[in-house]
Every structure is written in structure tokens, then in C-alpha cells.
């Protein structure tokens, strides 16, 4: 062969190379033009510190789960709520790999009071500062319904919360703070939410919220996702953001979040609960925390 031949074949040789580099480059990067699109993990969460990946049959895991079940003062959930919290495995068991929370409309008698609605509230016994949890999950059906998948500092003074049992109570809400990952509305359905309440803004004047429309909220699973920092907090579900906190003025009234917090799963019912309604779920796969 020819010098003139090797150097013209091997500069093929690099020229086919070079392209098939390039093609894989650009194929293996993904799009991230599309808005609000969370391509990564915050990289410094990438340890798994907690998880229940609910693969115990029968009852929930009484190492990491508490029944908060004893009402308030008033003798009704705030807000006017109708349903009863039970520890019963009606309203909260594990089967096939999945958590059940079952809200049920049954005439109970508990603390004194008859309620026509239970359902299931549960405490997570870990609290954390920082880290993303990420749920997958699906949610109950029918006006009225209230599911929500959210978050306490452990320091809230609420007589019958797993914490304030344990003499961590000291700050009423909602100077504590509190942070909503997901809430569902069975009268907006498929309308997810999430908001974090303090001394700035709370209940019904909630300024710290937003959301978004998904596809199936009760008929298919999705990822619901919080990122919090020292920062800011960023809320997604199946990795689309809808919500960011991050206040110019940090202080005691809009950052509470800065010390540990657990993790509460309920099913609410409000007053205008369907009079059809006869039971509902919500169904969760996994929780995990990673830090």
C-alpha cells in the first residue's frame, strides 16, 4: 500500500470516528429547553438516609410510623373537618407492596365524639433538616376528599402529635412552620398543590403556594418531589416544577426551616364531602429521603 493510500484511509478511519463521537454526544444529552424541567438531583442529595418502601404485609412499620389520632381541643379537626383518625388497619394497612390510607364514611365513636367519616393521619418518627423526599403515589377520589403528603417542624406544640409526645413541643403553629409537599382537592381533581405556611402567610391566607394540573391524579402514580436547602425550596411533580420558595428576607416569620421536620400523610374531609362518597384510598409506592 501506498503512503499516499494509508494516509488517505486512516484519515477516513478518524473522519468515521470523529462523527460517530459527535452523533453520541448529542444523543446521549438531553433536551432541557423545555421550561421548568428539573433534569438532575440537587448533588447533594444523592444519599438515601431514610426510606419505607412498604414491602411488609399487614400492618405499617410501627418503628417509623405513629397513629396521630386524639383531636383538638374543639373536638374537630381545624378547619371544620368531619372525619375521625383511627389506628385501625381498616384505614391504614400494607398489601402488595403498597401503602393504603382509606378514607371511609362509617359512624364512629372516639374521644367522646361520633364521626360519620374516618380515615388515617400518620407521623413519620423521623425528622430531618434538608434533603429531598421524593413520594410516589396516588390519590383519593371524590369531593370533599382532602389528601395531603406534608410537613411539620417536630417543635410544633400540638397535644397527640408524635413529637410534642416526646416534649418537643414548644411553638404554636403556624410560627413552627409547615410545609405542604402535595394536597389534592377531590372538588378540583387533578389539580395538585403545593405552599408552605409561616408567620408570613397561613391558612386561608396562604401567599406561599402554587401548583399544577396533572393527568390521573387518583387513577395513576406520580413522583411528587421536594428539593429544600438552606435556600430555597423546590416542589415538582414527575419532574416538573410548579413551585419555588426562596424569601429575599429570611427571618423568623418566613424561615422557620432551618431544624427538623417529619413527615405527616392524611386524608381530610370537609363538610362538603359527596353524599355518594363510600371509600377512597390513597396508595403510595415509596418515600425516601435523601440528604
Same mark, same amino acid.
Request: with cysteine; aromatic share 16%.
Given at each position: 500500500?501506498?503512503?499516499?493510500?494509508?494516509?488517505?484511509?486512516?484519515?477516513?478511519?478518524?473522519?468515521?470516528?470523529?462523527?460517530?463521537?459527535?452523533?453520541?454526544?448529542?444523543?446521549?444529552?438531553?433536551?432541557?429547553?423545555?421550561?421548568?424541567?428539573?433534569?438532575?438531583?440537587?448533588?447533594?442529595?444523592?444519599?438515601?438516609?431514610?426510606?419505607? @418502601?412498604?414491602?411488609?404485609?399487614?400492618?405499617?412499620?410501627?418503628?417509623?410510623?405513629?397513629?396521630?389520632?386524639?383531636?383538638?381541643?374543639?373536638?374537630?379537626?381545624?378547619?371544620?373537618?368531619?372525619?375521625?383518625?383511627?389506628?385501625?388497619?381498616?384505614?391504614?394497612?400494607?398489601?402488595?407492596?403498597?401503602?393504603?390510607?382509606?378514607?371511609?364514611?362509617?359512624?364512629? @365513636?372516639?374521644?367522646? @365524639?361520633?364521626?360519620?367519616?374516618?380515615?388515617?393521619?400518620?407521623?413519620?418518627?423521623?425528622?430531618?433538616?434538608?434533603?429531598?423526599?421524593?413520594?410516589?403515589?396516588?390519590?383519593?377520589?371524590?369531593?370533599?376528599?382532602?389528601?395531603?403528603?406534608?410537613?411539620?417542624?417536630?417543635?410544633?406544640?400540638?397535644?397527640?402529635?408524635?413529637?410534642?409526645?416526646?416534649?418537643?413541643?414548644?411553638?404554636?403553629?403556624?410560627?413552627?412552620?409547615?410545609?405542604?409537599?402535595?394536597?389534592?382537592?377531590?372538588?378540583?381533581?387533578?389539580?395538585?398543590?403545593?405552599?408552605?405556611?409561616?408567620?408570613?402567610?397561613?391558612?386561608?391566607?396562604?401567599?406561599?403556594?402554587?401548583?399544577?394540573?396533572?393527568?390521573?391524579?387518583?387513577?395513576?402514580?406520580?413522583?411528587?418531589?421536594?428539593?429544600?436547602?438552606?435556600?430555597?425550596?423546590?416542589?415538582?411533580?414527575?419532574?416538573?416544577?410548579?413551585?419555588?420558595?426562596?424569601?429575599?428576607?429570611?427571618?423568623?416569620?418566613?424561615?422557620?426551616?432551618?431544624?427538623?421536620?417529619?413527615?405527616?400523610?392524611?386524608?381530610?374531609?370537609?363538610?362538603?364531602?359527596?353524599?355518594?362518597?363510600?371509600?377512597?384510598?390513597?396508595?403510595?409506592?415509596?418515600?425516601?429521603?435523601?440528604?
Amino acid at each position: 500500500m501506498t503512503n499516499e493510500l494509508k494516509t488517505y484511509t486512516l484519515f477516513i478511519i478518524g473522519f468515521i470516528f470523529l462523527s460517530y463521537l459527535i452523533f453520541a454526544f448529542f444523543k446521549e444529552t438531553p433536551d432541557t429547553s423545555k421550561e421548568n424541567i428539573v433534569t438532575s438531583l440537587n448533588p447533594k442529595f444523592d444519599v438515601l438516609v431514610w426510606s419505607d @418502601e412498604f414491602d411488609v404485609e399487614g400492618t405499617i412499620n410501627q418503628e417509623k410510623w405513629f397513629h396521630q389520632t386524639k383531636l383538638p381541643p374543639s373536638g374537630s379537626w381545624w378547619g371544620g373537618l368531619i372525619q375521625h383518625y383511627t389506628n385501625r388497619d381498616t384505614n391504614s394497612y400494607v398489601k402488595d407492596g403498597y401503602l393504603h390510607l382509606v378514607a371511609k364514611k362509617e359512624s364512629f @365513636e372516639a374521644h367522646g @365524639e361520633v364521626k360519620e367519616y374516618t380515615a388515617a393521619r400518620l407521623n413519620s418518627k423521623f425528622a430531618f433538616t434538608y434533603g429531598r423526599v421524593e413520594i410516589r403515589a396516588k390519590l383519593p377520589a371524590g369531593i370533599g376528599t382532602w389528601p395531603a403528603i406534608w410537613m411539620l417542624n417536630k417543635n410544633i406544640d400540638e397535644d397527640g402529635a408524635y413529637w410534642d409526645n416526646q416534649g418537643f413541643g414548644t411553638t404554636k403553629w403556624p410560627f413552627c412552620g409547615e410545609i405542604d409537599i402535595l394536597e389534592h382537592w377531590g372538588k378540583n381533581q387533578d389539580y395538585v398543590s403545593s405552599a408552605v405556611h409561616n408567620g408570613s402567610g397561613y391558612g386561608s391566607d396562604v401567599k406561599n403556594i402554587g401548583g399544577q394540573n396533572i393527568k390521573g391524579a387518583s387513577t395513576k402514580f406520580h413522583n411528587y418531589v421536594l428539593e429544600w436547602s438552606k435556600d430555597k425550596m423546590i416542589f415538582s411533580i414527575d419532574g416538573v416544577e410548579h413551585y419555588k420558595y426562596q424569601p429575599t428576607i429570611k427571618n423568623s416569620d418566613t424561615w422557620p426551616y432551618d431544624s427538623d421536620y417529619y413527615i405527616i400523610l392524611n386524608i381530610a374531609i370537609e363538610p362538603d364531602i359527596d353524599p355518594n362518597f363510600v371509600e377512597s384510598p390513597m396508595v403510595v409506592d415509596y418515600i425516601r429521603v435523601y440528604q
